[in-house]
Structures are given as structure tokens and as C-alpha cells.
């Protein structure tokens, strides 16, 4: 069964760590996360090592967070997965049954160790001065952001551009359906994912604004060395919240239960939430948040049961096919 | 296809070259359940989970209409400029000489090796509005990039080796007597041309052509980095497929495949019985 973990790992050509292993767990991630398991696999390892005396394999795929959740449910052997959104591992508790509906509850922070949230990257300078969700839709400005459909990172885009429109003064759900089809009729790209998108900003030159996961933005910032954009942070945005959970049934078979769940009680300790607090995700830990603060500006974040109740009704309502996001392209809807 | 029927019609008639009719079939069958038959009967299979108006609303929805229209449009658009410039390409490699002819041939087989993935990045930069072409372009009001313009560009692009590898053969076999007949009776060129060498191109170009356009039709990787993928403007139907897996739609996908396969049957059929037709002209 390692080895069939280990096909799978070597066909996605997406390995790491270190060789004669004496366990093996495989992550199965979303896209913006590379980084950040490659660090905490290398720290998570070395402690498994120091405790136990085992050598330990983590394997990371990555991918786009709906296809990575397809992965799982026709057969990719994750003995975790830490996804974009919790609709996804729903998706592999329903129709795979691998792990129980109700695996949001077992961890801390409804599983969700580090948040994020949706900001602007801008070109240098600003120069179609974009402060605040209002100014996207301003004629002329083109914004570029993957498909909701496809894209777990747009899912939370477009939500939180959804919750400014309605929570707003004045605002409401009429108005919001407005500002959203609005919103993406200034889109001139929909890519499948949210590198995609990065690269239509980055690479082509597109759009005026990227909207964009926080952790995201930062790491482009850090990477492009500060000379070619910036990043905004919006009055408002959403609370992004993406999950992690063990897979039982996978895990199970592999005789991997125990060190699986020691992998993501792990990513609560103060060592990971460093090192989270370092890749730009928000850490749920105050006394590390209270160390990163001025990497993170507060501002007020939605969070999806507040304004959308659950995943299950967002998906119903927005995503689905007929639903929001699909009849603002219907012309004369 | 046609000196494989011819072939076979000539072996049935008089005492087989090759031994083992029998087991060649056999296998051929086989071979050809196992790898085609079976993988498409699943298809075939999958969406009747939805019923038949499961299967009706799927295939009418406004946005996979457009998607469906987009892609066989583009499609045939694609194929029709690559018959007309696939034929002067292969004209051009067969009939004359001139320096670097091995390095310009092996050219056109690049659409064929390049990963589809990277066509569509190197595609898209090229075309974007900055890009090296995409600016001129842009300067004169054309957007090419991003707009269903893209697509065919792409489709284009990677049926191009179609036409040249299927004329080529054709047109090398054709040698040059029959148009020297034809001068000698007096046809003009104009007459030498339609008369004498586009009919013994036909099946070949025709056959060409079917082939560019069925792997356009389904072309997915080049095309998605180009198209801009706007719902109802520049989404292609393997698109709404993908979209519709991640959804974890499989039947509602399985339903745009099979009305795709069904009408990309269709078409490339009826281009074999054309070309059939033509044949028997002759």
C-alpha cells in the first residue's frame, strides 16, 4: 500500500523528505501551500524523529483544491488532506465515506489551524488607485480572478466581495447580486486556478488588480522583491478558513493513524503557527499572532456562517450549476 | 483509409498475400474493443444515471449550447484554414527545392511533440496584449487573446501537422505527367489546378482536414492558457467538462462527452462517405 502512496506521489512528481522511511504519510494540499508544508513536514519530521526514534516520509500534492478532492475520492491514498475550503473534504466525507460527516468537530478552530483572507495585489505606484471594493468595478478597470467554479481560492473571493455588498450601509442581497455581476463583468480571464490567474497578472501583464488569497499576495510581493507591486488591503473582506483532516479509512489502512494525527495537532503548536505566521497565513495561536502583528493589518473579516451560513448553502446558492455565478452570465438576467 | 479498404477488397477477392486472415481480424477486433470500445461504452454509459430529461437539461443549458457552438465552430474555422494552408505548405515541401527544406519540414511536426500545455502558455503570451503579436494586433483593434479569436488560433495551431503529413505522400505520388498532359492539351493553369490535381488531392485533403478538426474539437490543454474561458463567450465544451468533474458532476460531464463524441462521429463520418463518393467519381 506504501508503495502505491509512493506511485501516486512519484506520478504527481511532488515529493519530499527524506529517503528510507519508516512511515510515510501523504498530504494531499491545494495550490498556495508548497511552501509552507515544505517547512513544516521538515519540522514535523525532525520532531517525530526525536520523539519516536522513526524516520518519517511526507509526500505533499498539490493542486487545484476541487480536483485535489476528486484525487482523494477516486482513489489518491491521502492519509490527510488540508484543502482551500471545508465544502471540499465534505465532498470526500459524503461520497467517498473515508472519513466521518462530522470531522470538522475533532480538531481545534473547526480544524482550521491558519486562516487567510482575500486582498488586492496592484500594480506599482497603484495607478488606477484601488482602495476598496468599490473602486473594481470603476469603468476601465480590468480585474483578474480564477473561476469560482474551479477555484477554491475565487470561492472565497467572490464571497467576500458578496459580504462587502451586502453588509455595507444600504447594502443588501439584491444589492450584492448587483455588485457581483458587476464585479465580474470587468473580468476579462477566467482561469482554471488561482496560479493561473497569477500568471495572467504577472507574467501577460493583464488586469489592473489580482484578487487574491492574503498568503498569496504576500509571497508574490516577497518573490517580485517589492519594485513591481503592492498589496491592498480592502475595508472589508472575508474570513478564509481552510481546513485540514485525517482520512480515516486511508490512514487506517496504512497503519498511519497515529502519526497522521500527531501531524495536524502539530500544525496548533506554537513551532508550526511560527512557521505559518512566516508563509503568510494567519495564525490562530494569539500569543504567535500577537509576535506577527504588524504582518497582518486588521481589518474586519466576514466569516462565511455569518453572512452565508454554510458551505453546503454557498455551494447551493452561488456555485452550483443554475445558481448565482452562473445567471449573471446569462445575458439579459 | 482508402488504399486500406482497397487492400483489404483485394485480398478478399484473390488468395491472401499474408497468411492469417482469421487471427489478424481477431486481434485487430480485440485490440480495438480494448483500447476504443470499452473506455467509450462506459462513457456511453455513465450519463443514463441522469434519465433522459437529466440528459436534455444538461445538453440545453444556455452556457454548454454556447460552449458546444464555440468549440465545433472554432473547430471547423481552425480546419478550414489549415486545409487551405496545409495544402500550400505540403505543395511547397514536396514540389520545390530550397535551403534549410529538412529543418522547415521538421517544423511543421512541432504541434505534434510540443506538451499542449506549453503551445497554450507560449500561445497566450505571444497573442496577449503586450505580447509580441498581441500588440500589433491590439494597435489595429483586433483582440486576439482571450476572446474566441484565441481559440482558433490554438485549434489551428495544433492541426496544422494533420493536413501537411496527410497530403504529403499524395502529393509526392501525384508526379508531375498529369500536369504536363493537361498544359500540353491547352488547360490553363486555373483549369490544371481544379481539374487535374485538386480531384486526386481530394480524399487526402479531405481526410487531413477531418483529422485536424475531430482533434480540435477535443483539443483542451493549448486552448484553456488562450481563451479567456468567459462563460457564454470564450468557454470551450472540454472546459464545462473539467468544470463539471470539479463539481463532482461526473454524469452531467459524461453528457457533454457523449453529445461530442456522438457529433464528432457524425461529421467525420459523413467526411468519409464524401470522400468515399469522391473516390468512386474518379
Excluded at chain 1, 481589518?299 to 454557498?314: C, M, R
Aim: proline share 6%; aromatic share 10%; hydrophobic share 50%.
Amino acid at each position: 500500500m506504501k508503495l502505491i502512496t509512493l506511485a501516486g506521489a512519484a506520478v504527481l512528481s511532488v515529493a519530499t523528505g527524506a529517503q528510507a522511511a519508516s512511515q510515510t504519510l501523504l498530504n494531499v494540499s491545494y495550490d498556495p501551500t508548497r511552501e509552507l508544508y515544505r517547512q513544516v513536514n521538515a519540522a514535523f519530521a525532525a520532531q517525530w524523529k526525536a520523539k519516536t526514534g522513526d524516520d518519517l516520509t511526507i509526500n505533499q500534492s498539490h493542486g487545484g483544491s476541487g480536483a485535489q478532492s476528486r484525487a482523494v475520492i477516486d482513489g489518491l491514498e491521502a492519509d490527510v488532506v488540508t484543502l482551500a475550503l471545508a465544502y471540499d473534504i465534505n465532498a470526500i466525507a459524503e461520497k467517498a465515506k473515508l472519513l466521518p460527516t462530522d470531522w470538522q468537530k475533532r480538531l481545534p478552530e473547526a480544524s482550521t489551524p491558519y486562516t487567510s483572507t482575500i486582498v488586492f495585489l496592484v500594480r506599482k505606484g497603484n495607478p488606477r488607485h484601488i482602495h476598496d471594493w468599490a473602486d473594481l468595478v470603476k469603468p476601465g478597470v480590468q480585474v483578474i480572478t480564477p473561476n469560482p467554479k474551479t477555484s477554491g481560492g475565487a470561492r472565497w473571493s467572490y464571497l467576500a466581495a458578496w459580504a462587502y455588498a451586502e453588509k455595507k450601509p444600504g447594502g443588501s442581497k439584491a444589492a450584492a447580486r448587483d455588485y457581483v455581476k458587476q464585479l465580474y463583468a470587468h473580468v476579462p480571464v477566467l482561469d482554471a486556478g488561482a496560479r493561473g490567474s497569477t500568471n495572467t497578472f504577472a507574467q501577460r501583464g493583464i488586469g489592473d488588480v489580482l484578487l487574491d488569497w492574503e498568503n498569496e499576495a504576500r509571497l508574490a510581493l516577497k518573490e517580485a522583491g517589492g519594485d513591481q507591486y503592492e498589496v491592498v488591503y480592502p475595508s472589508v473582506s472575508i474570513l478564509a478558513e481552510p481546513p485540514v483532516a485525517l482520512v480515516d479509512a486511508n490512514a487506517d489502512k496504512h497503519g498511519t493513524r497515529k502519526v497522521a494525527e500527531a501531524y495536524l495537532q502539530f500544525l496548533y503548536t506554537k513551532e508550526a503557527q511560527d512557521i505559518e505566521a512566516r508563509n503568510f497565513y494567519r495564525p490562530r495561536d494569539p500569543q504567535v499572532a500577537a509576535a506577527h502583528a504588524a504582518d497582518f493589518p486588521k481589518i474586519p473579516l466576514y466569516t462565511l456562517s455569518e453572512v452565508f451560513g454554510d458551505w453546503q448553502k454557498a455551494q447551493a446558492t452561488h456555485f452550483a450549476d443554475g445558481g448565482v455565478f452562473d445567471q449573471i452570465y446569462q445575458p439579459g438576467k | 483509409m482508402a488504399t486500406a479498404s482497397a487492400a483489404f477488397s483485394a485480398q478478399t477477392r484473390s488468395r491472401p498475400i499474408l497468411p492469417g486472415f482469421g487471427l489478424s481480424l481477431g486481434f485487430t477486433l480485440f485490440y480495438l474493443s480494448a483500447i476504443v470500445l470499452i473506455p467509450l461504452a462506459a462513457l456511453l454509459l455513465r450519463p443514463w444515471s441522469l434519465g433522459w430529461s437529466g440528459f436534455r437539461a444538461v445538453i440545453e443549458a444556455p452556457r454548454v449550447q454556447a460552449a458546444l457552438e464555440l468549440s465545433f465552430g472554432s473547430a471547423a474555422i481552425a480546419a478550414a484554414i489549415n486545409g487551405i494552408f496545409g495544402l500550400i505548405v505540403a505543395w511547397t515541401l514536396v514540389r520545390y527545392r530550397f535551403p534549410f527544406k529538412r529543418l522547415i519540414d521538421a517544423l511543421v511536426d512541432l504541434p505534434f511533440a510540443l506538451p499542449t500545455a506549453v503551445a497554450g502558455i507560449a500561445l497566450s503570451t505571444l497573442y496577449a496584449p503586450k505580447g509580441w503579436l498581441g500588440a500589433p494586433l491590439a494597435a489595429l483593434g483586433i483582440k486576439a487573446a482571450y476572446t474566441p479569436l484565441g481559440v482558433v488560433i490554438a485549434l489551428t495551431f495544433i492541426g496544422l501537422p494533420f493536413v501537411v503529413r496527410t497530403l504529403e505522400p499524395v502529393l509526392s505520388d501525384l508526379g508531375l505527367e498529369a500536369e504536363e498532359a493537361a498544359a500540353t492539351l491547352g488547360a490553363s493553369r486555373a483549369q490544371t489546378f481544379l481539374r487535374v490535381v485538386l480531384p486526386a488531392l481530394a480524399p487526402a485533403l479531405i481526410t487531413g482536414t477531418a483529422l485536424a478538426f475531430a482533434r480540435a474539437v477535443g483539443e483542451y490543454g493549448s486552448v484553456i492558457f488562450i481563451a479567456g474561458n468567459l462563460p457564454m463567450v470564450s468557454e470551450i465544451a472540454p472546459l464545462l467538462i473539467v468544470i463539471k468533474l470539479e463539481q463532482y458532476d461526473y454524469a452531467g460531464a459524461a453528457a457533454i462527452g457523449v453529445v461530442m463524441l456522438a457529433a464528432s462521429f457524425a461529421i467525420v463520418l459523413a467526411l468519409n462517405a464524401f470522400q468515399a463518393f469522391l473516390e468512386r467519381r474518379r
